[in-house]
């Protein structure tokens, strides 16, 4: 038993119905359609947190005989006090009639106590042809929000705001594929204005939904930190007889060993890009992104590769600063006190200037041949020699998140991670890309984390999500 409320809602065919509830129930399975007529019966639609349903969006049909349907209750009502009983009647009556099926549909749980979402394009002129549907809706009784989602770049927002005013308790605009979550949440308020009995039910759905969302970052977090870790220290082996290894060239062992380990990378980051998605309730997310591989002349700072991984070289840059505030460390303990921080600085510099001058090319994997024990000899590939790597991997993943974690369900755009320069890691605190060298180093060399350890790379992370949303906020 919940007292969760339900909201229909309702429209014109094609102007963003299904899109309004694909976002506010946070579910991309809903018909979203360029033909009209894609949903041909009511559909429920229930948003729930911890297993619990806190409100339910119903989509509808459009409207498709308003101006009839209006007839046929101005010819049945005797007064303004019965016009909610003769919509209800109407509906009982055409049940079974296939010219009013949609009406039907979409009157249904009007009648039966759901709110209305009067879903109107805003990119279009204003008509009067809509008043026959307001006017009926006003009949219901319900309480009433419409909705000005503006579907093309034309804006005639606020024609439509003057006449939707005069029917429908609150008018607000609201895009559904593009809304940030913060309008999700005060549209929810808004609705809980509409009747008291929602208000304490919604808030408290807000306060839910924030929470989650914050629990869903930090899951995120944990998320790539694992990844991290396994793609740092994932190494190939393979074990051979003495005859096997003389079949084998120590090159094409190698080669071998070395497309396996490239093919564990992929699928490892491609694992990690489905776990983010499916937490945040993206399941048909269609993705394009440059592979995870290289060619062993690759310059780590050559346009081509850092185009390939869609990383910037302010960026790579920045993790070779990371890198050298590390060895820098000891300088700054030294220091620690008389000057602020100059040794990790100076220290960060050399790293970067490093980075840049004396031709970083991304260390690769190397194959290492065991001892002959037993006839039989381990050939090992990986791990990857060089720590910026990781700094890719952690690079790629927080654009991936933060797309996915902006994206609302109502999105059906090719989700294209185009490399941009982004050099935000260098606005990340110190601290925490100490926290992110150090886990990345003890990886590499296939040390197990502690468990504090890995806590700390998950909180760094943590961190660097936050600041890439600030960073990319802060640039519009
Ligand atoms: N750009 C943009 N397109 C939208 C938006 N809402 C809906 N659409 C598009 O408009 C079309 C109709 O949307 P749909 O939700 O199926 O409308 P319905 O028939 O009223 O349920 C689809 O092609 C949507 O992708 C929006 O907020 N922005
Ligand atoms: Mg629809």
């Given at each position: 038993?919940?007292?969760?409320?339900?909201?229909?809602?309702?429209?014109?065919?094609?102007?963003?119905?299904?899109?309004?509830?694909?976002?506010?129930s946070?579910?991309?399975?809903?018909?979203?359609?360029?033909?009209?007529?894609?949903?041909?019966?009511?559909?429920?639609?229930?948003?729930?947190?911890?297993?619990?349903?806190?409100?339910?969006?119903?989509?509808?049909?459009?409207?498709?005989?308003?101006?009839?349907?209006?007839?046929?209750?101005?010819?049945?009502?005797?007064?303004?006090?019965?016009?909610?009983?003769?919509?209800?009647?109407?509906?009982?009556?055409?049940?079974?009639?296939?010219?009013?099926?949609?009406?039907?549909?979409?009157?249904?749980?009007?009648?039966?106590g759901?709110?209305?979402?009067y879903?109107?394009?805003?990119?279009?002129?204003?008509?009067?042809?809509?008043?026959?549907?307001?006017?009926?809706?006003?009949?219901?009784?319900?309480?009433?929000?419409?909705?000005?989602?503006?579907?093309?770049?034309?804006?005639?927002?606020?024609?439509?705001?003057?006449?939707?005013?005069?029917?429908?308790?609150?008018?607000?605009?609201?895009?559904?594929?593009?809304?940030?979550?913060?309008?999700?949440?005060?549209?929810?308020?808004?609705?809980?204005?509409?009747?008291?009995?929602?208000?304490?039910?919604?808030?408290?759905?807000?306060?839910?939904?924030?929470?989650?969302?914050?629990?869903?970052?930090?899951?995120?977090?944990?998320?790539?930190?694992?990844?991290?870790?396994?793609?740092?220290?994932?190494?190939?082996?393979?074990?051979?007889?003495?005859?096997?290894?003389?079949?084998?060239?120590?090159?094409s062992?190698?080669?071998?060993?070395?497309?396996?380990?490239?093919?564990?990378?992929?699928?490892?980051?491609?694992?990690?890009?489905?776990?983010?998605?499916?937490?945040?309730?993206?399941?048909?997310?269609?993705r394009?992104?440059?592979?995870?591989?290289?060619?062993?002349?690759?310059?780590?700072?050559?346009?081509?590769?850092?185009?390939?991984?869609?990383?910037?070289?302010?960026?790579?840059?920045?993790?070779?600063?990371?890198?050298?505030?590390?060895?820098?460390?000891?300088?700054?303990?030294?220091?620690?006190?008389?000057?602020l921080?100059t040794?990790?600085?100076?220290?960060?510099?050399?790293?970067?200037?490093?980075?840049?001058?004396?031709?970083?090319?991304?260390?690769?994997?190397?194959?290492?041949?065991?001892?002959?024990?037993?006839?039989?000899?381990?050939?090992?590939?990986?791990?990857?020699?060089?720590?910026?790597?990781?700094?890719?991997?952690?690079?790629?993943?927080?654009?991936?998140?933060?797309?996915?974690?902006?994206?609302?369900?109502?999105?059906?755009?090719l989700?294209?991670?185009?490399?941009?320069?982004?050099?935000?890691?260098?606005?990340?605190?110190?601290?925490?890309?100490?926290?992110?060298?150090?886990?990345?180093?003890?990886?590499?060399?296939?040390?197990?984390?502690?468990s504090?350890?890995?806590?700390?790379?998950?909180?760094a992370?943590?961190?660097?999500?936050?600041?890439?949303?600030?960073?990319?906020?802060?640039?519009?």
């Amino acid at each position: 038993m919940t007292d969760a409320p339900v909201f229909a809602v309702v429209g014109h065919p094609n102007k963003g119905k299904s899109s309004v509830v694909a976002t506010l129930s946070q579910n991309d399975a809903i018909a979203i359609a360029l033909e009209p007529g894609t949903t041909r019966h009511s559909q429920a639609y229930p948003l729930r947190i911890d297993n619990e349903v806190r409100y339910t969006l119903v989509d509808t049909p459009g409207f498709q005989r308003p101006r009839q349907v209006l007839e046929w209750l101005q010819a049945h009502s005797l007064s303004a006090s019965d016009r909610a009983e003769t919509v209800a009647a109407f509906v009982h009556q055409h049940r079974d009639d296939p010219r009013f099926q949609d009406e039907c549909e979409l009157l249904g749980p009007l009648i039966e106590g759901a709110g209305i979402i009067y879903v109107v394009d805003g990119s279009v002129p204003y008509s009067a042809e809509n008043e026959s549907e307001m006017t009926i809706l006003r009949w219901t009784g319900q309480p009433s929000l419409a909705l000005i989602n503006s579907i093309g770049p034309d804006d005639y927002s606020e024609a439509w705001h003057n006449a939707l005013g005069q029917f429908f308790q609150v008018v607000r605009k609201f895009n559904a594929v593009s809304a940030p979550f913060n309008q999700h949440l005060s549209l929810l308020k808004a609705f809980g204005q509409l009747q008291p009995a929602w208000e304490a039910v919604l808030d408290q759905a807000v306060l839910q939904l924030s929470g989650q969302r914050a629990q869903r970052k930090e899951q995120a977090a944990r998320l790539v930190a694992t990844a991290l870790e396994d793609l740092m220290a994932w190494q190939e082996q393979r074990t051979l007889t003495a005859s096997q290894l003389a079949g084998h060239s120590r090159d094409s062992l190698a080669e071998q060993l070395r497309q396996r380990w490239y093919r564990h990378q992929r699928q490892r980051e491609q694992a990690l890009r489905l776990a983010i998605e499916q937490l945040y309730q993206h399941h048909r997310i269609q993705r394009q992104e440059a592979e995870l591989t290289w060619h062993s002349e690759h310059d780590l700072f050559s346009d081509n590769s850092r185009q390939t991984w869609g990383v910037s070289k302010a960026y790579l840059a920045t993790a070779g600063f990371g890198a050298g505030a590390i060895g820098g460390a000891g300088l700054d303990a030294i220091t620690l006190g008389a000057s602020l921080g100059t040794g990790a600085l100076i220290g960060g510099l050399l790293g970067a200037a490093g980075s840049y001058f004396y031709g970083d090319r991304l260390k690769l994997p190397v194959l290492h041949l065991g001892v002959l024990r037993n006839g039989l000899q381990t050939a090992r590939f990986g791990p990857v020699q060089d720590i910026q790597f990781g700094y890719v991997v952690l690079g790629r993943a927080v654009d991936h998140w933060w797309h996915v974690s902006h994206r609302n369900h109502a999105g059906q755009d090719l989700l294209d991670l185009e490399p941009t320069d982004r050099h935000w890691l260098e606005e990340l605190a110190s601290a925490y890309r100490h926290d992110i060298q150090h886990a990345l180093a003890r990886c590499r060399r296939q040390r197990a984390l502690s468990s504090d350890q890995r806590h700390r790379l998950a909180v760094a992370v943590e961190a660097a999500l936050d600041t890439y949303s600030q960073w990319r906020q802060s640039r519009g």
